[in-house]
């Protein structure tokens, strides 16, 4: 049962308005699929307006925050849980553990990165939760072409490209995210101490 999503995004808006209405949409898709949102906790680009759009629908934005970048004035003090945390490295653990499910909406290297580890975890059997991209107008095409050229040159194995769910429209994500089954077999599990 998927409850809580975490969404990784930009803390800019990106250079067409197409990025900030979507993460406006995301965020209302959530609210009526009556899911929680769980973010880095900014109040600055596509982070802040999707927050904000789950809070001025009535829904719960619960965010994740290094003492750093509080201090800095780009938190979001509104929200209806914000956990303020030490470094980067809990800001991660700690929306990992709070969350159902990961999407990532378009961003820089530091959703990239955020994205990749996550999807890493579910490769490796980590977690078994449900990892992928809302593709807005095709930002994500070249993620995509670069990851077939991975499994092309056997540097991933073609199920594991699987294992990403990618959908442009928000109230279709949410229903992917839902219907999705975790591989029933993992190859990294029978070293997984080892790992």
């Known amino acids: 049962m998927i409850k809580t999503i975490c969404v990784y995004c930009g803390s800019a808006l990106g250079t067409r308005p197409v990025y900030a209405d979507a993460a406006k949409a995301f965020g209302r898709a959530l609210v009526e699929a009556d899911m929680s949102l769980v973010y880095g906790g900014g109040r600055v680009g596509l982070m802040g307006l999707i927050a904000d759009e789950v809070l001025a629908r009535g829904g719960r934005a619960v965010g994740v925050i290094p003492e750093l970048l509080l201090s800095k004035e780009v938190g979001h003090t509104n929200l209806t849980e914000l956990h303020i945390v030490p470094d980067m490295h809990e800001r991660k653990k700690k929306m990992a553990e709070l969350s159902d499910a990961f999407v990532a909406m378009p961003g820089g290297i530091g959703t990239f990165e955020?994205?990749?580890?996550?999807?890493?975890?579910?490769?490796?059997?980590?977690?078994?939760?449900?990892?992928?991209?809302?593709?807005?107008?095709?930002?994500?095409?070249?993620?995509?072409?670069?990851?077939?050229?991975?499994?092309?040159?056997?540097?991933?194995?073609?199920?594991?490209?699987?294992?990403?769910?990618?959908?442009?429209?928000?109230?279709?994500?949410?229903?992917?995210?839902?219907?999705?089954?975790?591989?029933?077999?993992?190859?990294?599990?029978?070293?997984?101490?080892?790992?």
């Not at 939760?129 to 072409?145: E, I």
């Open 114 to 195: 955020e994205l990749f580890e996550v999807f890493t975890w579910a490769l490796l059997g980590y977690h078994q939760k449900p990892v992928a991209l809302l593709d807005v107008v095709g930002y994500y095409d070249p993620l995509l072409a670069m990851l077939q050229h991975t499994v092309e040159e056997g540097f991933m194995q073609r199920a594991y490209l699987g294992m990403l769910q990618v959908s442009a429209e928000p109230a279709e994500m949410i229903e992917k995210l839902k219907r999705y089954v975790p591989a029933r077999y993992d190859r990294w599990a029978e070293k997984h101490n080892a790992v």
